[in-house]
């Protein structure tokens, strides 16, 4: 199986289990996990069910694109559904299944792995699943985002797309996997690391950065003033991804770490408070009409 | 008597939990079963996604039990002819019998009117109804989670109930999920729905669904399994108590599988390929008839078999991938040598006040060289600093980024690789040993005093903000790096002023807090617990301990072997009688309150025993200034209990406190010269005779 048959399919069968298809935000983020269709979608009553793929950049994992299996930038296949339903990991089973894995012929296990993001003051509760032996997804369900609890709690199933087609094809290389017929990853993607990485290693200014970061931070607390929830929350992931880049830089010390995951933290937990606000004032429109909020139902899941 | 059978079948609960909730759910019920006074004998299993209770002896009915009921006091009960009032026939109506049936009682406020009552003991299924759901809400998890709508709280989301007595179910809801006889099989190999009736039902039909129950059972399987696959390929499983513990709880049926990795891999350092195998991937090493590692490898598998090979090569697939992965990291990391890597570990934060970790290294380095010259190791002290110095750069390699239960140990090998010499690299590579009570040592002296000076650091430190355990808090493991400390100078043999060094450990930190004098003074006793503990484990007495903990101990090896003497002297028959004189010596003068010994007047002796202790006294001295300068406790203590008679005499004869204050002060001088002396060794007072 390719790479974007692998998306695809998911695609269809997470559409065909009630999943909106979103698609993956444009503002660089860490993990799909920030994409607004999952941090501010977890937050309040209203249930919400959805999937996409998100290009995740992660500048200090970069390698040049020499690493078989490190990138800056890697593809991630999110599904998240709000009230996680009582037959999640039946659900889960079945994808294995519409990606041509018949678990009986397997090993599939799920082992404990939490989940804590301090900067988005986020954290679940969940497992890794692994199939022989290979963890090839990661499984939570939400507790905590933006420093509140959440109740009803979402359930997230983030696969790693990579590293799936990669065990799925037992491909040694990440750059050698088919992403279309006749094409590999690496002819699409390579030069991409090698230049992502110098950059991020070698080439950002640092200046630049700290005054982006500044300057981001400031205008998402104006937006946050101004009751722009979106757009302040957009800003908050500039200051995020201007931090990871400092980071791999090596131009944050430790003693200022600390302080400026703080600042970020701050900034997505004012942006999920203003968003829990902002939905109520909307009525919560995504909550069924006749009934009062506590008993919505979770919407049927059709079947395949 | 009756059967009785619980199942709560989860999503997949976590392996390191599994026993504690076992153990906590057979406690939980049976306790609260017996507060409604319900006895059985139970028994727990588990596997990845159930917890199973049952017992085989549970009484039908609780016992029937007497009530009483104390209604108003006699008093009120009763008029002045002691005829029942409206009040006692209102209570007696509403227990239910006639006014006749009161009797009175005695309570520390009065008499009362009261009625013993026969309750009819219920149905145990009613009780068990009532308690399983509240003990098993209550039990606690390292983690809990809420899910779904938020309702519940507990360590996973729970899918179905059985509970039966005698084979009817026994009817209640526990996180909305209805009791009844229903569970279902393997996630993957039979999910079906199995309907049971009993105990002996439940577990035959479980096992038929690929569901091994017994956790016991399933280790034992997998242990056989590694020793008949290993076998065949001439190898032998590493013996990984632990590993095969936690493999256990992480399926519902034992399953191994055998692979291989590529034989190519064997040649990158072993402790790497270990912990990627035992850690990461929780697979079972083997080694070959010669004891080398071999390429073979058994994975757990939560199935019956491996009937595609999928599994087999899957495993071998990733365990090859992190193979490839450490190799890279090794050509990779292996670039850049430890020396131009420390400036980089001021990125990475050693405590918020304390600083950075390079200027932990940067201190630790300087207190290693001048421990090094303290310890009498000066031509060590150049390598000691190296050491030092390189101990840390590992931390930012990507291997140990990768591999962080590595650290040290990567650290020492790529030292080796980068050509640091021999006592460098093991320094290194040891450091970070001993991690706890039963742990070795650093090899040599190299390591050992950079391992002191690191946790001599890290101690004075926190010491010097205050951030001192308490109780069972202890967040920073500071007495785990206080029994560091103690180990290698008992165990290594070093000798070591230790509030010196404390001192210049302190003084090497530039953060404000406790001065050196205060940190010693705080930081010296925490240490001396260390080897009280250690003195304990070594089977020496209590009073032995205490005799020498409680005199001037900066050096601790010293103070060790004073605690040997005193346990190998005090079987001497003269060693008994001087230390009870010595409590006596050690009362006269705290009653007098003499704290140093004066000028000895011998013109001012006049009684015979008292000239003969001084004699004996002056004569013994000398060799016991020369004998405990050599350390030579046991011989010292000989001659000190050679005195001992003496002393006795001098007591039955002498009158220490006359009205004349020259001759009282001149005896207590002599009394308080001995202690001074023979305290040096121990405080003989404090022994036990």
Known sequence: ?304 | MSEFLLEILAEEIPAGVLSQARSDLLRGLADALAAERIEGTFFAHSTSRRLVLFSRDLPEVQEDHEVESVGPSVRVAFDADGRPTRAAEGFARGQGVAVEALRVVATPKGEYVSVRKIVEGRFTSEILAEVIPTVVSRMSFPRMMRWGDGRNTWIRPVHSVICLLDGLVVPFSLFGVESGRTTFGHRTLAPGRIVVVGVDDYVARLRASFVEPDAGVRRRTLAEKAEALAAEVGCSAVEDSDLLDTLAHLVEWPGLVRGSFEAAYLDLPEEILVTAMREHQKVLPTRDATGALAAHFFAVADHTGDPKGHIARGNEWVLNARFADARFFWDDDGKLPLEERVPRLARLSFQEKLGDTLRKVERVEALADRLARDLGLADAAPRVARAARLARADLVTDMVREFPDLQGIVGGLYARRDGESESVWQAIYDHYLPAGADDSLPRADVGRVVALADRLDTLAGFFALGLVPTGSRDPYALRRAALAVVRILLEGNLRLDLPAAIRAARGLHDVAGATPEETAASLHPFLLERVRFVLERRGFRHDEIESVLTTDCPDVTDAVERVAAVAAVRKLPDFAPLAIAFKRVQNILTQAGVTTAGELDPALMSDDSERQLAGDFFQARGILDELVGARRYEEALSVMASLGPCLDRFFTDVMVLVDDEAVRRNRLSLLAAMRDQFFRVARLSEIQA
């Not at chain 1, 979103?22 to 999952?38: C, I, R, S, W």
């Not at chain 1, 082992?111 to 988005?120: A, M, R």
Request: aromatic share 10%; proline share 6%; charged share 25%.
């Open chain 1, 1 to 304: 199986m390719d790479f974007q048959t692998l998306i695809l399919k998911l695609s269809e069968y997470w559409a065909s289990r009630g999943c909106l298809i979103e698609q993956p935000y444009d503002t660089e983020v860490g993990a799909g996990t920030m994409h607004p269709a999952t941090f501010l979608r977890v937050l309040g009553p209203e249930p919400w069910r959805c999937a996409y793929v998100q290009p995740s950049r992660r500048p200090a994992d970069g390698r040049y694109g020499e690493n078989p299996f490190r990138l800056v930038k890697h593809y991630q296949f999110q599904v998240v559904i709000k009230p996680s339903p009582d037959d999640i990991q039946d659900l889960y089973v079945d994808s294995l299944r519409a990606i041509g894995i018949e678990p009986a012929d397997h090993d599939l296990r799920f082992e404990e792995d939490n989940w804590e993001s301090p900067t988005l003051g986020a954290w679940g509760v969940g497992w890794q699943v692994l199939l022989d032996g290979m963890e090839i997804t990661q499984f939570t369900y939400f507790q905590q985002a933006g420093g509140i609890d959440l109740a009803p709690c979402t359930a997230e199933i983030t696969y790693g797309l990579e590293r799936l087609t990669m065990f799925l094809t037992r491909t040694r290389n990440v750059m050698d996997i088919e992403w279309a017929p006749g094409v590999k990853y690496g002819e699409v993607r390579r030069q991409d690391e090698y230049e992502v990485s110098k950059y991020g290693f070698e080439t950002a200014d640092t200046d630049l950065l700290r005054l982006l970061f500044e300057k981001f931070e400031a205008e998402s607390r104006r937006c946050l003033e101004a009751g722009l929830v979106v757009p302040a929350y957009e800003t908050a992931l500039k200051c995020s991804h201007t931090f990871n880049l400092l980071d791999a830089r090596g131009a944050v010390s430790a003693t200022e770490r600390v302080g400026v995951i703080k600042r970020v933290r701050d900034l997505a937990v004012g942006c999920a408070k203003a968003w829990v606000a902002s939905r109520e004032a909307l009525g919560h429109p995504l909550l069924p009409r006749e009934l009062p909020a506590s008993e919505a139902p979770m919407p049927e899941a059709e079947e395949a």
